[in-house]
């Protein structure tokens, strides 16, 4: 997982609330047996209006989606984040989340930014509004601001997920930096214990 610092760009709003994990993407999707390629599927049964927001051309290239109230709720499937990510997105802003949809972004690298119901809509009317609107989320000051609309607002994030973000570390990373420690253990082992190599 690679070090998530401050995430800039254009944001994408979805003003809709209670959107849960098969919404995000369908189960038919969840046939794949790689990790890669789930951007497709991404809302893939609201794609099909040429008005849904993902569709328009204006807000092409957005990294940072705005969603509505209680984003991500429903089963556990981590394919969600996955096709977040695979689209393009860095980070995703909602007034609450789905507690294992939250949980399982801050282990792949996907921001979640949770801000109080008004700082949620004043960023999806602003970037409604104006589709160019630059937004940046500092996960080391743990803050979210559009400064042409005047927006900023602090987010919480507890300090062992903002050192995850912040270093890059994954379940792995955080096994590997135990390295020394697990080598030591392995070598003191009876021969005719089974051994990690």
Not at 46 to 74: K, M, Q, S, Y
Not at 86 to 107: E, L, Q
Request: charged letters at 25%; hydrophobic letters at 40%.
């Amino acid at each position: 997982m690679n070090p998530v610092r401050v995430v800039s760009g254009t944001a994408l709003p979805l003003d809709r609330s209670d959107v849960d994990t098969d919404q995000i993407i369908p189960s038919d999707w969840l046939k794949r047996v790689e990790r890669t390629g789930f951007g497709k599927g991404l809302f893939a049964e609201w794609r099909d209006d040429r008005d849904f927001v993902l569709n328009r051309p204006e807000h092409a290239g957005a990294t940072i989606l705005v969603a509505g109230p209680n984003f991500g709720t429903g089963s556990s499937r981590e394919h969600a984040v996955w096709a977040l990510m695979d689209y393009g997105f860095a980070a995703v802003i909602s007034p609450r989340f789905g507690d294992i949809f939250r949980n399982n972004c801050t282990k792949s690298g996907l921001l979640p930014v949770q801000v109080d119901r008004e700082v949620g809509r004043k960023l999806l009317e602003a970037v409604a509004a104006d589709p160019s609107l630059e937004i940046t989320i500092d996960v080391e000051r743990l803050t979210v601001s559009a400064p042409a609309a005047g927006i900023e607002a602090p987010f919480p994030l507890d300090q062992f997920t903002q050192h995850r973000l912040l270093n890059g570390l994954d379940d792995i990373g955080l096994t590997m930096q135990h390295a020394d420690e697990i080598a030591h253990h392995e070598s003191t082992r009876p021969g005719w214990l089974p051994q990690v190599m």
